[in-house]
């Protein structure tokens, strides 16, 4: 059996409209050692905490009300608008269509689950936005994680 890993002195923000799922997602977190786990129900007042805590982490459902997911994700990585635009951003889907996956990744989130998923598929995307961070580049108004083909290709080159 793979050890739990652990990332200690870490924030996380939390966005679900179900109490449920972000309880779950909460103690999915406080199993690997981060204690300050911030939540929201809706994209709006995912924004304010975002700007009020200042996260390490996002993860955050794609069907949000007030302020869907993907308004969130377009005001978070917009310099102008945002109060730290390259938070790593976790996106949860409960239809992984592929246009909703490639309009996510043209936004800048950084991995991509389909609910309902695991602990182990949560912290495996944990480990590589913490332990693998990839740079950002500028593409319009929004930062987005350079993809990773690119990324190894300019390591080797």
Excluded: H
């Amino acid at each position: 059996m793979i050890a739990t890993p652990t990332f200690p002195d870490l924030s996380a923000l939390v966005v679900d409209e179900s109490l449920y799922i972000r309880r779950i997602v909460r103690d999915m977190l406080m199993r690997v050692g981060i204690k300050r786990v911030l939540e929201a129900p809706d994209g709006a007042e995912a924004l304010g905490v975002l700007a009020e805590s200042k996260p390490d982490i996002s993860i955050i459902d794609w069907d949000l009300s007030i302020l869907s997911g993907e308004e969130f994700i377009r005001l978070a990585r917009t310099p102008a608008t945002s109060p730290c635009p390259t938070i790593p951003i976790i996106l949860m889907l409960a239809q992984p269509r592929r246009n909703v996956v490639d309009r996510a990744v043209a936004l800048g989130v950084n991995e991509i689950i389909a609910k309902p998923f695991s602990p182990k598929t949560l912290w495996s995307r944990l480990d590589e936005v913490i332990n693998r961070p990839r740079p950002y580049s500028q593409v319009k108004s929004l930062l987005r994680p350079i993809p990773r083909r690119t990324s190894a290709m300019k390591a080797v080159a």
